[in-house]
Nanobody, 125 residues
Framework: QLQLVESGGGLVQPGGSLRLSCAAS????????IGWFRQAPGREREGVSC????????NYADSVKGRFTISRDNGNNTVYLQMNSLKPEDTAVYYC??????????????????WGQGTQVTVSS
């Protein structure tokens, strides 16, 4: 069974950090660009960050630039999202998604092949 599983979410105070993980089972992430998306209550799902299949191309939403870092460890079949200086507005369910494709591209939320089930991130004092 092909699955993506997110982990690492939780409750953190403003200014704190979390590291999310996206682990694949049933397939290898080597051939997939990976995106992180988030959805807050009453809002549409939005792109947060992505990393190309090769790892040479990354992209970030303006709202998280300088605070979040995406990386991939193909040996462990896992992609990470390091989130620092968290703000209350970062509160959302975070999803990872995978799309097979070009080595140097990322893809939008309507173009993904697989989605994880999501992990809750709550930033609150």
């Amino acid at each position: 069974q092909l699955q993506l599983v997110e982990s690492g979410g939780g409750l953190v105070q403003p200014g704190g950090s979390l590291r999310l993980s996206c682990a694949a089972s049933g397939f290898t992430l080597d051939y997939y660009a990976i995106g992180w998306f988030r959805q807050a209550p009453g809002r549409e799902r939005e792109g947060v960050s992505c990393i190309s299949r090769s790892g040479d191309y990354t992209n970030y939403a303006d709202s998280v630039k300088g605070r979040f870092t995406i990386s991939r460890d193909n040996g462990n079949n896992t992609v990470y999202l390091q989130m620092n200086s968290l703000k209350p507005e970062d509160t959302a369910v975070y999803y990872c998604a995978a799309r097979a494709g070009s080595a140097y591209m990322c893809y939008g939320r309507f173009s993904q092949d697989y989605w994880g089930q999501g992990t809750q991130v709550t930033v609150s004092s």
